[in-house]
């Protein structure tokens, strides 16, 4: 009779247990739904592994910091951290790049205009609409690529726009123009100030 009784009482606590673990969960997942993040998941099963990986991350001492959906697992799942959680601010970084004739010959030059657009030649003719911008880490991962827009300008300067989006959280973001050599900044600094990068 007693080993019934301890075997229901298990059973009894096992799903009390359960269904209290699952309550968690939905209203992790509800929260998500209605802050309109739930997009960044293939799956519900997803979104609470991501949940408790950031949590287990928290306890192993990682850096109280992340974005918008990090903090709301971190609500649910381990509010003993939700106090000093900083959520890591995104930014849309606005550049120009700018490719100068500061010596003006007759028999050669890097910019070649066309109308009111213009491009990199001879030398610089890897300057063009299209070319490649890489934005890295100071440990070298790609953060974000992008390409310059359309030259506009004339016969000496030819100005070529771009933008990139970035996430802080970085110690440095290092912005590059085909192989052109690289310029490192802040958050801070892109945020406020964007881009511009000149050649020649």
């Known amino acids: 009779m007693w080993s019934w009784f301890w075997s229901a009482a298990g059973v009894g606590l096992t799903l009390f247990l ?41 306890d192993s001492g990682g850096v109280q910091q992340g974005l918008p959906v990090d903090q709301v697992a971190v609500q649910y799942y381990c509010p003993q951290f939700s106090e000093g959680f900083h959520v890591l601010e995104k930014a849309t970084v606005k550049g120009r790049f700018s490719l100068l004739d500061k010596e003006p010959s007759a028999y050669s030059t890097p910019i070649s205009v066309s ?45 070529f726009p771009f933008s990139f989006q970035i996430t802080e ?3 440095r973001y290092v912005v590059s123009v085909s ?22």
């Open 179 to 200: 192989r052109r050599g690289e310029m490192s900044y802040s958050f801070k600094d892109l945020k406020a100030d964007g881009v511009s990068l000149q050649l020649g």
């Open 18 to 58: 359960t269904r209290d673990r699952q309550t968690v969960d939905d209203k992790y997942l509800a929260d998500l739904r209605q802050s309109g993040l739930m997009a960044e998941f293939n799956s519900n099963a997803n979104a609470v592994a991501h949940g408790k990986q950031v949590c287990r991350q928290l």
């Open 169 to 171: 959280g970085e110690d």
């Open 115 to 159: 109308g009111s657009s213009c491009s990199g030649s001879g030398g610089y003719s890897d300057i063009d609409q299209g070319t490649q911008v890489t934005v890295k880490n100071g440990k070298g991962d790609v953060l974000a690529t992008t390409t310059l827009g359309a030259g506009s300008g004339g016969r000496y300067v030819c100005t």
